[in-house]
């Protein structure tokens, strides 16, 4: 979950409180979210609710579970952050380079912190070179393809922990 | 000979154009597409253009650099900030090549030859080399700077290019005015950006396939990945070059593609 789906969710979590409704849940693509307040009307830690694993996006085999009323199970706390990761995908088809030239040195390599907007690799195809900027901040924790290996557009490049 | 550059007349020669009022002109500069990326992320409108008389860091593709003397060559980037989709961007590299050729065969007379995606030779030695770099969000282009380096007045080359590399003087044993080259190739490149869409991208493959020897039928070793060599079989729908090698058939993206 990115820093605007979280500020979101605080969001939807007063509305909630403020109308006194008891259970909620929702589905977004690949977001599940359940929110249950303690009983006789006193609203749950809103802080310990939105660090508890009881509010994390879980992946859609668990949903079915959910639906047959059962209590969402927590999910592990891998998963959590698999969801909680920003994929930065390819604008373009081509091939996936590092460096800005073969030799120098990458861009960016797994660990480093980036700002938004940093370059992070070069995508090219028909000697049109893209330079990919990173579209969050955040510490890369995985780079999805290798040096010279061919991308197809919208492929996912880097994973990034979002700061 | 006297062979310089008159803005004003270039103006008034391209007023239908987006060009006209935005050519910036450099006697000697480090890299007209370094310069130009530099221009548009500081927000320079679209259509600007940067060319010189010299670069002392002109670039390639990889770590390939253009030899740019002085008095010698067209060196210019065009920024351009077109109303398309990342997606489609691939074919301005295409039809940035046919620009090229078209303008030539205007100023010159001369029919030269394409090799996939956008280089431009005679016979075996290429006289033009095209590099466009992009920047661009999954959904957006920002920019786009087009940089294309045309030999014009070289009457030789140094030992390790003289087998690869020709000039418009070598050729027609004539010279051509660097200004007429540039207008000439800005209004075709105007006519190509203009028709860019993913509905003119048949037609962009039908001239390529005809404008150019390399399309199909050449023996090629192409530099990507561990490399690999075949026969060239055609474009594919996307633009991309189909070469069929001993193990199927294998599609080239980003180029490096040299007869084997």
Known sequence: ?163 | MDDTFHLPEMNQMLKDTPFAGKLHFFPSISSTNTYAMQQAEAGAPDGSVYFADQQTAGRGRGTHTWASPPGSGLYVSILLRPQISPADILWLSLATGLAVREAVRKVTVLECDLRWPNDLLFGRRKFCGILTELNAEVTRIRHAVVGIGINVHQEEFPPDLREIATSLHLESGRTWPRQDLLVALLQSLHREVSALSREAAPEILKRLEQASSWVRGKRVRVEEGEGFSGTTEGLDARGFLRVRTANGMRTVFSGGVREA
């Open chain 1, 1 to 163: 979950m990115n820093a605007d789906e979280m500020k979101e969710l605080k969001e939807l979590i007063e509305f909630l409180k403020e109308s006194k409704i008891g259970e909620f849940d929702l589905e977004r693509g690949d977001l599940k979210v359940r929110i249950k307040f303690a009983q006789e009307g006193a609203p749950a830690n809103l802080a310990g609710l939105v660090a508890a694993p009881a509010v994390v996006p879980t992946t859609l085999p668990t949903v079915h579970a959910a639906a047959s009323a059962a209590p969402t199970p927590a999910p592990t706390a891998t998963e959590s952050e698999d969801a909680s990761l920003h994929i930065v995908k390819s604008p373009i088809v081509g091939t996936f380079y590092e460096s800005p030239s073969p030799g120098a040195s990458a861009f960016a390599k797994v660990g480093d912190v980036v700002e938004k907007g940093q370059v992070l690799c070069i995508i090219e195809a028909m000697k049109l070179m893209n330079e990919i900027e990173s579209d969050a901040a955040g510490e890369i924790v995985k780079r999805l393809v290798e040096n010279g290996q061919p991308v197809e557009y919208g492929q996912p490049l880097f994973a990034l922990k979002p700061r």
